[in-house]
């Protein structure tokens, strides 16, 4: 059989793919008869214990999103209009809209080229007298700098919220990313490493936020304080929303997180099989490769290439896609998006997001993609390059 042949009976590879790793099923059958679908049940509580005590979290809440997650810690915040919240411009747009929900303009900085996370060296600069937040985003779940996002923060009494969407299970010299900065977000969509469709989670690692997070996160009621037997019955109290996930998805998500370690080692032999198939022929394609600072500890959230210009990201892309294989690009930068234009949020120049931007692509990475399967991906860029 020629290779022409072989393609045309290769089966098509897709980005992603949703997974059962263990009880999960049983598990949703199980809050079923429970008799508690709502939310803030059996696996809701038992996710959130097991977060708080696999990464020293002092309270972890449950959401339907990271987005919920993220707006929530903006409230949390306590922005005001004009005020200002430092952030990378490569992220998804919740990372902006959160802030800007509570009328906080997002202040722009550009990132580093070799993690793609924020460059905490041109944090500083970007401080005005209105500034009153560091949102950081852990890209591809590698952290940022965080000694040195800390110490600015805490030289200019700001607050630290990390969008550690991508990083559950990474770690910064040994400290779980979403335990490090006042609070942290966590992401369990259904491309995420664990998953249960939509989730989120919001990690309050400074306790003054913990009552008023949950007030929030009920509607903006004390009902936790109810259902703890502290008050003898809930009234509305604060701005709130509906922040609590349905009890089937912590069901799901708890058959997920039990198997933490053996979910992470398989992501991690997947990540190691691309980086072993790309890295020995990364320089003569010329392409750039991930990088991961020896401080940080990976959980191999995705495996990207840098291509050498736009123009041929725009035709491998093309090429892996006509054959079945979906590899994507990633973010659209923020700055450059009709939003920002519209509302005057791209006054800096960033010309590292621009020009990385243009030149990434994420490979197929799922919990159950083979070895033949990867090694079908990189054939198929290969043949291209």
């Known amino acids: 059989m020629n290779s022409e042949e072989r393609k045309s009976l290769s089966a098509p590879i897709p980005f992603n793919k949703p997974f ?24 809701t509580q038992a996710c959130s214990r097991l977060l708080e005590q696999t990464f020293g979290i002092q309270k972890v809440l449950l959401t339907p999103s990271c987005t919920a997650a993220l707006e929530m810690a903006a409230m949390l915040c306590r922005l005001e209009p004009g005020d200002e919240v430092i952030m990378p411009s490569y992220t998804f747009v919740t990372t902006a809209s959160s802030f800007v929900r509570e009328g906080a303009t997002p202040v722009f900085v550009d990132i580093r080229s070799d993690t793609l996370n924020i460059d905490e060296t041109l944090i500083e600069a970007a401080i005005s007298p209105r500034t009153k937040a560091i949102c950081v985003v852990h890209y591809a779940g590698v952290a940022c700098e965080m000694d040195t996002i800390m110490a600015i ?40 490493n664990f998953i249960c469709g939509e989730g989120g989670a919001l990690c309050i690692n400074n306790p003054r936020f913990i009552e008023t997070a949950e007030i929030i996160r009920e509607k903006g009621t004390n009902r936790s304080r109810f259902i703890r037997g502290q008050v003898d019955k809930y009234t509305w109290v604060e701005i709130g929303s509906s922040y609590v996930p349905s009890e089937l998805s912590s069901a799901f998500l708890y058959g997920q997180l039990e198997l933490m370690q053996e979910i992470s080692t398989q992501r991690q032999t997947i990540y190691n099989n691309y980086d072993c198939l790309i890295r020995p ?46 590899a994507v690009f990633h973010y659209v930068p923020l700055h450059s998006a009709p939003a920002s234009v519209k509302r005057g949020f791209n006054r800096t120049s960033l010309p590292k997001t621009d020009n990385l931007s243009e030149r990434l692509i994420r490979l197929p990475m799922y919990f159950d993609i083979s070895t033949s399967e990867q090694e079908q991906v990189v054939d198929t860029m290969k043949s291209f390059l």
């Open 153 to 192: 923060a805490k030289k200019h009494n700001l607050l630290v919220v990390e969008d550690a969407a991508q990083g559950v299970n990474s770690s910064y010299k040994g400290k779980p990313l979403g335990s490090i900065g006042d609070l942290g977000c966590y992401s369990f969509h259904e491309t995420k």
């Open 281 to 326: 022929i990364a320089d003569r394609l010329g392409l750039q490769l991930p990088s991961i600072p020896t401080e940080c500890t990976s959980n191999s959230h995705m495996y990207y290439l840098i291509c050498s210009d736009g123009p041929q990201r725009t035709k491998l892309l093309s090429h892996m896609r006509s054959r079945g294989i979906q």
């Open 20 to 43: 059962v790793a263990g009880k999960e099923l049983f598990y949703i059958a199980q809050a079923v008869t429970m008799g508690n679908l709502g939310g803030d049940g059996h696996f």
